[in-house]
């Protein structure tokens, strides 16, 4: 199973972007966000069950929005009102349950870049 990630970009405090990450090879029960800042560990970010269940990280609830299409086997977030300490190398994941331990995953997208300028 391929997970392939897209959509980051460089965006104005205030902005948003759109993260897209599209799985071939088979599906995923869960369908999750992580991200990771230089210097810092990978963190969780937003996760959605098959059945449309959603759990996100406190840092961006209210502003990120997370969706799947699963006759596309496709999982996306919306992010408004970026702010700086949102920049951070995205990554979309896909397993069986909700956890926010990376170490959890094993099937990974390879990551894309969102910067948040000031």
């Known amino acids: 199973v391929q997970l392939q990630a897209s959509g980051g970009g460089l965006v104005q405090a205030g902005g948003s972007l759109r993260l897209s990450c599209a799985a071939s090879?088979?599906?995923?029960?869960?369908m999750l966000w992580f991200r990771q800042a230089p210097g810092r560990e990978r963190e969780f970010v937003a996760a959605?069950?098959?059945?449309?269940?959603?759990s996100y990280a406190d840092s961006v609830k209210g502003r990120f929005t997370i969706s799947r299409d699963n006759s596309k086997n496709t999982v996306s977030l919306q992010m408004n009102s970026l702010k700086p300490e949102d920049t951070a190398v995205y990554y979309c994941?896909?397993?069986?349950?909700?956890?926010?331990?990376?170490?959890?995953?094993?099937?990974w997208g390879q990551g894309t870049q969102v910067t948040v300028s000031s």
């Open positions: 959605i069950s098959r059945y449309g269940g959603t």
């Open positions: 994941a896909g397993g069986t349950v909700i956890t926010a331990r990376p170490m959890s995953y094993d099937y």
């Open positions: 090879g088979g599906t995923f029960y869960v």
